[in-house]
C-alpha cells in the first residue's frame, strides 16, 4: 500500500485542543448567548415594534373610532383571505420562484364554486373542482418553470391574466349572488369571537412556521432559494421541492378562493386585482423580520397586521380608499428596498 | 514577408502585485507580417502582459510602442491593437453578420437604418481576404467553436479595413478548446492575418501549435524573458527547458505496476459530455489519485459528470460494483460518493445561510425526531464538525459570508464528510485558501484516504498533487494524454505531461 505524508500525532492534537477549547467557550458563551439571544431577538422583531408603535398612535389619536373592538375585529377579519395568500406566496418565495398567479388562482376558484352552486351543484363537488382547478394550475406551474426552465415570474404572469379571462368567462362578466344559506356558513361560522376564515389563515401561519422552521423541507425551501446549484450537488430534490412549493401556493390560493366564496356569497370577476399586491407586500415585507432576509411566516403575519392598520389609520383620518394602494405600493418597495439594504450591509 | 518594421515594440515592462513581481522588465518584439508565439508556463506573466495590452492592468514601469508610434500607459481601446480573447464575445443567438457589425456601429449612425447590402460587401470581402468561408445569415449558436473563432478574428479584421488602422493582433488562447483539425483552421487564419502585413501575438500553451505556426517566439517564466529567437531554429527540448527552468530528463519511464491487487472501487468507462472524451479509469480505496491539466481540458467537468451533476453523453460509471449512470447527485452521494465543489459561492455553500446550516444540509433528515427539527441536537453536531475540522471561530450561528476561504472550505469539507463516503471528488480543494488551511485541508485529504476511501483530486496546482497523490491522470483536450504512477508524479513531470499535452501521446510509437 501507498504511504502518505500525514502529519498524524500533532493533527491528532490540535483536534483534541481545538475540541476542548470549543467546549469550555461554549460553555462559557452559555448564559451570554442567552442575552445575546434576547437582544437579537429584540432586532429582529423590528416590525412587531413598528406595528405596536403604529397601533398605539392610531389609538391615542382615533380613541373612539380606531381603538374599538369592531374595528380591530374589521381589521383582523378583512385579512383572513390576503393572510392566507400571503402565506401561499412565501412559499414558492423561499425556494426563490415567485408565484404571482394566486390572486388568479383565488379568484378563480371563487368564480368556480358561486357559479356552480348559483346552478343548484353540491357545494362538496364545487369545492372540489375548485381545489382540482388550483391542482392543475399548480401543476401546469411547477412543469413550466420547473421542468422547462421558464422564469417564474413571466410564467405565473401569463397565468394569472389567463386564469383573470376565465373568471369573466364563467360568470359571463356579471357579479354574481347566491342565496345566503348555501355557502355563507363555511367562512362566517365563528368560534371565539372570530369568523372561521381569520382561524384558518391563523392555524395556517402556524402550519406554515412550523413546516419553515422545524422541518427538513422548510429548511430545503430556504437553501435552494439561496443557492439552489449548492443544493443540487447536496442532494437536495431540487426539482421536487420547487414543484412541491408551487403546487402548495396554487392549491392553497385555490382554498382562500373558497374561503372568499363563503365570506362573500357572491363573485365579482374584477375583484382579483384588489388581492394581487398585498400578499406580495405582506410576504416580503415579512422576510425583514423574525428571520431576516428569508420570507417566513410569523414575519408575513406582523407584515400583513402592520399594513392593514397603516391603511385603517389612514382611512379613519380621512383618507379616501386610494390610501390602500399607496400605502401597500410604498410598502413593498420599501419591503425590498429595506431588504437589499440588509443584505448588502451583511456583505461588507 | 517577414516586415522590419516593429507592428509591436515592449520595452522593459514591469508590474508589480503586492508582493508579487508579475512582469520585471519585459522585452517584447514583434514584426509586421509575422507570427509571434508568446510561451509560458501559469503564473509566468503572460496574461499580465496580455492584459496590460488590453488595458485591463496600468503598467509600473516600460513603454509599449504599437506601429513604431509610443502608446500612452495605461493603453486605452484605440492604441491599433486588437485582442481577441479565449471568450470570444459573440452572441449565439444573434447571426453572423449581426455579431459582425456590432463593434462598427454597422457601418452607420445609432438612427439611421443599417444598409444590408453594403455591409455584407464588405464581410464577403474580408472572408475572401481571410479564406474564410461562413453564411452571414446563420445563428452563431449553430457554428462550431472553430467558426466561432474565425468569426471573431474576422470581426476584428473589419476595423482594419475601415480605415482605423490596426497594426497587431494578439490571440489570447484562441484553440484552447478545440480539438486539432479545428485549430488548425484557426493557425492558418493567423497565417493569413500575417500575410496581409499585421503582427499577430500569439499565445497559446500548445507547444505543437506555436512550433507550427509562429515565425518568432519568445518565453516567460517568473515575469522574465528567458528565450526568445526564431521558431524554425529552435528545438522543442529548447522550448520546453526555457518554460520549465529546467531540463527535461530522458523520455518517460515504464508503467510501474499497482502493488496488490483489489478491486477499484470507481470504474469510469469512456465517459463523455461537452468536453469530456472517452475518459476510462479507475480509482481504488485507500489511494490519492489527481487529474490535472491546463485549464479548459475538461478535468474541472470530469468531476462533475462522474458525481450526475452535469449530464453526459456517452460512457458508463460504476460505483462499488454498481452501475450509477445517469443518476443524479442525490443518488451518488447515497452510494457513498461525494463531490466537493472547488467554487463556494457557486457550489459549494450558501453564503447567506449559516455555518450550521451549510453543514447539516446533507443531514438534516437526522435531526428531524418525533416531528421537530432538534436545533440543540444540529447545533452541537455542527459545532463538534467545526472543531475537529478546526474553523475559526467555531460558531455555528455565523454567516457563511462571514468565515474567511479557508475557513469556508473546511466548513464544506466538514459537510461532505461527515457522510463518511467512499468515494470523494474534490475539486481545487485549496483554491484561494491561505497557506495555514491548505496544510490542514491537504492532511485531512490524505487521512481520509488512509482510512480507505478513494480521493481524487482535480486540480491544475501541480505542486499540491506531487505533494499528495501516488497517482495523476493528465487531461488534454477531454481525454486522458498521460498517466503518472509513483516515483512519476513529480512537478517537473506533472507540468510537462501537461504542457505537452498531445505530444506527449503522439511521441509515442503511434501510426
Redesign the interface.
Known amino acids: 500500500m501507498p504511504h502518505f505524508p500525514v502529519r498524524g500525532p500533532s493533527g491528532d492534537l490540535t483536534t483534541k485542543d481545538a475540541a476542548a477549547d470549543g467546549a469550555g467557550r461554549d460553555g462559557t458563551t452559555g448564559a451570554r448567548s442567552w442575552r445575546m439571544r434576547l437582544r437579537s431577538l429584540g432586532s429582529r422583531l423590528g416590525l412587531l415594534w413598528v406595528l405596536i408603535a403604529l397601533f398605539v398612535l392610531f389609538s391615542i389619536w382615533l380613541p373612539h373610532t380606531f381603538l374599538t373592538l369592531g374595528n380591530v375585529q374589521t381589521m383582523v377579519n378583512s385579512q383572513a383571505v390576503i393572510l392566507i395568500l400571503a402565506i401561499a406566496a412565501t412559499m414558492p418565495l423561499r425556494a426563490g420562484d415567485f408565484d404571482f398567479s394566486i390572486a388568479a388562482v383565488m379568484t378563480a376558484s371563487t368564480a368556480t364554486v358561486i357559479v356552480l352552486v348559483s346552478h343548484g351543484q353540491s357545494l362538496a363537488l364545487a369545492v372540489f373542482l375548485a381545489l382540482g382547478l388550483g391542482l392543475v394550475v399548480g401543476v401546469v406551474n411547477a412543469l413550466l418553470i420547473v421542468k422547462i426552465g421558464v422564469d417564474s415570474l413571466i410564467t405565473t404572469l401569463g397565468m394569472l391574466t389567463a386564469l383573470g379571462g376565465y373568471a369573466y368567462a364563467i360568470t359571463n362578466s356579471n357579479v354574481i349572488v347566491v342565496s345566503r344559506s348555501a355557502v355563507l356558513g363555511f367562512a362566517r361560522d365563528s368560534f371565539a369571537g372570530f369568523p372561521a376564515a381569520t382561524w384558518y389563515a391563523w392555524v395556517l401561519v402556524v402550519v406554515a412556521w412550523y413546516v419553515y422552521e422545524k422541518t427538513p423541507l422548510g429548511r430545503y425551501l430556504i437553501f435552494i432559494g439561496g443557492n439552489r446549484e449548492a443544493a443540487k450537488l447536496a442532494g437536495v430534490r431540487v426539482s421536487g421541492v420547487r414543484g412541491l412549493a408551487l403546487l402548495t401556493s396554487a392549491l392553497l390560493s385555490a382554498f382562500a378562493g373558497i374561503v372568499l366564496a363563503g365570506q362573500l356569497g357572491a363573485i365579482d370577476p374584477s375583484i382579483g386585482s384588489q388581492y394581487l399586491l398585498q400578499p406580495f407586500a405582506a410576504a416580503l415585507l415579512g422576510a425583514t423580520t423574525v428571520t431576516i432576509g428569508r420570507p417566513n411566516a410569523l414575519g408575513t403575519l406582523i407584515a400583513l397586521y402592520l399594513l392593514v392598520i397603516g391603511v385603517t389609520g389612514l382611512e379613519l383620518l380621512g383618507a379616501s380608499s386610494w390610501a390602500n394602494d399607496v400605502f401597500n405600493g410604498l410598502a413593498l418597495v420599501v419591503a425590498v428596498t429595506v431588504a437589499k439594504l440588509a443584505a448588502g450591509s451583511r456583505q461588507t | 514577408m517577414t516586415g522590419s518594421q516593429p507592428a509591436l515594440q515592449v520595452r522593459g515592462l514591469a508590474k508589480r502585485f503586492g508582493a508579487i513581481e508579475a512582469l520585471r522588465g519585459v522585452d517584447l518584439d514583434v514584426a509586421a507580417g509575422e507570427v509571434h508565439g508568446l510561451l509560458g508556463a501559469n503564473g509566468s506573466g503572460k496574461s499580465t502582459l496580455i492584459k496590460i495590452l488590453a488595458g485591463y492592468h496600468a503598467p509600473d514601469a516600460g513603454s509599449i510602442s504599437v506601429g513604431g508610434s509610443p502608446v500612452s500607459l495605461p493603453v486605452t481601446t484605440t492604441h491599433g491593437l486588437a485582442i481577441i480573447h479565449q471568450e470570444l464575445g459573440l452572441v449565439e443567438g444573434m447571426t453572423v453578420l449581426e455579431n459582425l457589425g456590432v463593434n462598427v456601429g454597422y457601418g452607420t449612425r445609432s438612427l439611421l437604418p443599417v444598409r444590408g447590402r453594403a455591409e455584407r460587401r464588405v464581410y464577403r470581402e474580408i472572408f475572401d481576404s481571410l479564406g474564410v468561408e461562413l453564411d452571414l445569415d446563420q445563428k452563431v449558436g449553430s457554428l462550431t467553436p472553430a467558426e466561432r473563432a474565425l468569426l471573431a478574428v474576422a470581426r476584428a479584421m473589419r476595423v482594419i479595413s475601415g480605415g482605423q488602422a490596426r497594426q497587431l493582433f494578439v490571440l489570447d488562447e484562441p484553440t484552447t478548446y478545440l480539438p486539432r483539425p479545428e485549430a488548425n483552421r484557426v493557425t492558418a487564419l493567423m497565417r493569413s492575418v500575417a500575410k496581409l502585413g499585421i503582427g499577430v501575438l500569439f499565445v497559446s500553451h500548445r507547444l505543437k501549435e506555436v512550433l507550427a505556426t509562429t515565425d518568432t517566439f519568445t518565453v516567460l517564466r517568473d515575469g522574465q524573458v528567458v528565450a526568445d529567437g526564431v521558431t524554425a531554429r529552435t528545438s522543442e527540448r529548447e522550448i520546453i527547458r526555457a518554460i520549465l527552468g529546467r531540463d527535461l530528463a530522458g523520455s518517460y519511464p515504464d508503467k510501474i505496476e499497482r ?2 491487487q483489489q478491486d477499484p472501487v470507481l470504474e469510469v468507462q469512456d465517459l463523455s459530455g461537452p468536453r469530456v472524451q472517452q475518459v476510462t479509469f479507475s480509482g481504488y480505496a ?3 489519485l489527481g487529474v490535472t491539466g491546463l485549464s479548459g481540458m475538461g478535468q474541472d467537468e470530469l468531476s462533475y459528470i462522474i ?1 450526475g ?1 452535469l449530464p453526459r453523453s456517452g460512457g458508463r460509471v460504476i460505483l462499488n460494483g454498481t452501475d450509477i449512470t445517469g443518476r443524479g ?2 443518488d451518488i ?2 452510494r457513498g460518493a461525494v ?1 466537493i ?1 472547488s467554487d463556494r459561492q ?8 449559516t455555518a450550521q ?1 451549510n453543514i ?3 443531514v ?2 437526522d435531526f ?1 425526531r418525533r ?3 432538534r436545533s440543540r441536537r444540529e447545533r452541537d453536531h455542527s ?2 464538525l ?3 475540522f ?1 474553523v475559526r471561530p ?1 460558531v455555528p450561528e455565523n ?1 457563511m ?1 462571514s468565515f474567511s476561504g479557508g475557513n469556508q472550505q473546511k466548513i464544506v469539507l466538514s ?1 461532505w464528510l461527515q457522510l463518511q463516503p467512499k468515494v470523494v471528488l474534490l475539486d481545487e480543494p485549496t483554491q484561494g485558501v491561505d497557506a495555514g488551511a491548505r496544510t490542514q485541508i491537504l ?1 485531512t485529504v ?2 481520509l ?2 482510512q480507505g476511501s478513494c480521493v481524487i483530486v482535480f486540480s491544475g496546482d501541480h505542486e499540491q498533487l506531487a ?2 497523490c ?1 497517482r495523476v491522470l493528465v487531461m488534454s483536450q477531454g481525454s486522458i494524454s498521460a498517466e503518472l504512477t ?1 516515483d512519476q508524479v513529480t512537478e517537473d513531470w506533472l507540468l510537462s505531461a501537461s504542457q505537452l499535452g498531445t505530444s506527449a501521446r503522439t511521441s509515442s510509437p503511434d501510426p
Do not use: C, Y
Not at chain 2, 346 to 353: D, N, S, T
Open positions: 502493488p496488490g485507500g489511494e490519492v458525481a451533476a447527485p442525490r452521494i447515497g463531490l465543489p457557486r457550489h459549494g455553500g450558501w453564503l447567506a445561510g446550516e447539516s444540509l446533507p438534516i433528515g428531524f416531528g421537530l427539527l459545532l463538534e467545526m472543531n475537529r478546526d467555531p454567516m459570508r459537510k492532511q490524505t487521512e484516504a488512509r505533494a499528495i501516488h509513483d
